[in-house]
Each structure stands twice: as C-alpha cells, then as structure tokens.
C-alpha cells in the first residue's frame, strides 16, 4: 500500500534553535499534505494544510511565522519549527492524500523535545 | 462544544468481552466518518470507515446515526492486542480536512 515517510522520527534540540521535519510520499503524488500536532494524552490537532507549489493554510492558533511549511513538489512537504521552545515539544504527525482518490496516509510521526 | 467528542475512558475489559465506543458530531452537514486505531507513541492508522448501512470487519461493526449524529464501533470477543486508542475521526467537507475525536483508551486485560 502507499507509504508516507517522516524524518526524523525523533529530535532533541535546544530552545531557540529550528527544527525541520520531512513528510514523503513514498510510492504517490499528494497534492495535498496535512500537519498536525498531538499533546500527550490529547487528540491529533491539525496544525495547517499544505498545497503542492502555494502557500498553506493555517489553522486558528498555529503562527504560521514560527511553523514554516514548504511543499516544493508532489512528494515532499517539510515543516520548520523556528526558534523552538520547551512549549513546542510534541509529537508532529504528517499525512498525505493520493491524487485523484483523496485516500489519506499517515508518516509514522515526529517526536520533538526542546530542551 | 467540540466539533467530535468522545468518551476518553479508559475502558477497562477483560479479554473475550465485547466492548463499544460512541462518538457524536456536531456538524449535520459531515460526509465522511471513520474509526483509526493509535497505538502509544505511534501514528494513527484507519481501523474501518463508517458507511451509512453499517458495515463489519471482522470483530469489528461500525454504525453511523445520522439523525442523532453518532457513530458507533463495537468490538467482539476483545484480545490484548487491541488495546489502543480508537479516535473518531470526521470528514466535514470534500476536502480531505479530517477532525478527530480526543480518543477512547480501551485497555484489555488477561
């Protein structure tokens, strides 16, 4: 089945410095990419929507300065957290929609712990 | 009122038990409804989609109530192995944006 690869699948950084996240799309083209964010003990939150070649959308809350999301080509969406904080801490989880069928694959996540 | 909302449990049942979460939506107007399984510290993955007639895989039966806005996911004959968390996850448009329940923990025990 389709394949949704995240790296790293674990960081540990220091306050103030920027973390970046990849999300592939191992064996599909996904026009579309999702971010979300998930506390312990909490749900997944969907943190913005990333198009192929414009600009994401943003949910409410998320500052789109601090997550920076690129998604340069059909494969490949990255997500920097810039001048990272304790706060920032989580697990980021990426997932992908296949072309033409919408079906939706979830990476295998990102767990981030700022020091 | 949260757009998903679930019982977040813990659902503790020993094994062989059958065991059933309810999860209501709060948009009228959502299309698309499904059930995921996350295990600790791992992604979550797509148990079974809902469909209107309801529908069965296995020791699993998915119902969805429109009228009253709920979903329903029955497990039969529970094993260890599905102790997890099982989140409703919603579909309110066309577009893939997916909102998801804060998670029913269910524990099985020997």
């Known amino acids: 089945g389709a394949v949704v690869s995240q790296h790293p699948s674990r960081v540990i950084c220091k306050s103030g410095t920027s973390v970046k996240i990849e999300c592939r799309s191992l064996?599909?083209?996904?026009?579309?990419m999702f971010w979300y964010r998930q506390f312990p003990k909490q749900s997944l939150m969907l943190m913005a929507t990333?198009?192929?070649?414009?600009?994401?959308?943003?949910e409410q809350g998320v500052e789109k300065d601090k997550f920076l999301i690129n998604h340069a080509s059909l494969t490949l969406s990255t997500l920097t957290v810039t001048s990272a904080h304790p706060e920032d801490s989580s697990f980021y989880i990426c997932?992908?929609?296949?072309?033409?069928?919408?079906?939706?694959?979830f990476g295998e996540g990102s767990r981030l712990t700022v020091l | 009122r949260k757009e998903v909302e679930q019982d977040p449990g813990p659902f503790n049942v020993p094994e062989g038990a059958t065991v059933a979460f309810n999860c209501t939506y709060s948009?009228?107007?959502?299309?698309?409804f499904f059930w995921y399984r996350q295990d600790c510290r791992k992604e979550p993955k797509l148990l079974m989609s809902?469909?209107?007639s309801g529908n069965e895989d296995g020791r699993f039966t998915a119902q969805l109530n429109r009228a009253s806005q709920y979903i329903s996911l029955l497990i039969r004959d529970s094993k260890l192995s599905d102790s997890a968390t099982y989140l409703c996850?919603?579909?309110?448009?066309?577009?893939?944006?997916?909102?998801f329940g804060g998670g029913t923990r269910l524990m099985v025990k020997p």
């Open positions: 809902v469909y209107s």
């Open positions: 948009n009228s107007a959502s299309q698309s």
């Open positions: 996850v919603v579909n309110i448009n066309a577009g893939n944006m997916l909102t």
């Open positions: 064996d599909f083209q996904a026009t579309t």
């Open positions: 990333s198009n192929e070649g414009s600009k994401a959308t943003y």
């Open positions: 997932s992908a929609s296949v072309i033409n069928t919408g079906e939706l694959f």
